[in-house]
């Protein structure tokens, strides 16, 4: 078990912005920071503000640091990862309150207005993990046809 989970965008508009650099100095530095068993880095689908990237989100809190370079990630690690402040700065000023509080995504202006269905766990959950989708309910319309349902009920739903 993690207690924080490092999100970065591997799609194609954060990994031509550098995005593949920013994982590779995250892992060497939480490596060098002696933090890789608490700390789990994972590259995610694309998150929808391509112009933004390279992004990151840190979870729990959900932190959306843009346009991360790679020497931006020592002070993410010493700062936000061991010491649990984020380095504002660094946060997407959208996400960011008057009184340095951090706000989630969903409460900005680009996401506000949308409603993710099919991409809905995009950038929450690890993309590799099958666990996690089944975790957030992946599968369950499936499992519901296949154990509540006759077939005549599949097919008028
Ligand atoms: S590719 Fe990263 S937000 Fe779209």
């Given amino acids: 078990m993690y207690r924080c989970h490092v999100m970065i965008c591997g799609g194609t508009g954060c990994t031509s912005s550098g ?40 979870y729990p809190e959900g932190s959306f640091y843009s346009m991360v370079k790679p020497e931006d990630v020592p002070e993410i690690v010493s700062e936000h990862l061991l010491k649990g402040r984020p380095v504002t700065r660094l946060l997407y000023d959208e996400t960011v309150t008057e009184d340095n509080a951090v706000k989630s995504l969903e409460q900005t202006s680009f996401y506000n207005k949308q409603k993710r269905v099919a991409l809905r766990n995009c950038g929450v959950i690890n993309p590799e993990s099958i666990e996690e989708y089944i975790g957030f309910d992946g599968y369950a319309a499936l499992g519901k046809a296949l154990t509540e349902m006759t077939p005549d009920g599949v097919i008028q739903t």
């Avoid at 995005?19 to 608490?38: G, P, R, Y």
């Fill in 19 to 58: 995005s593949d650099k920013v994982a590779k100095a995250f892992e060497t530095q939480i490596m060098a920071a002696d933090l890789e068993n608490e700390v789990k880095v994972i590259r995610t689908g694309c998150f929808g503000l391509c112009a933004l990237g390279p992004i990151v989100v840190v």
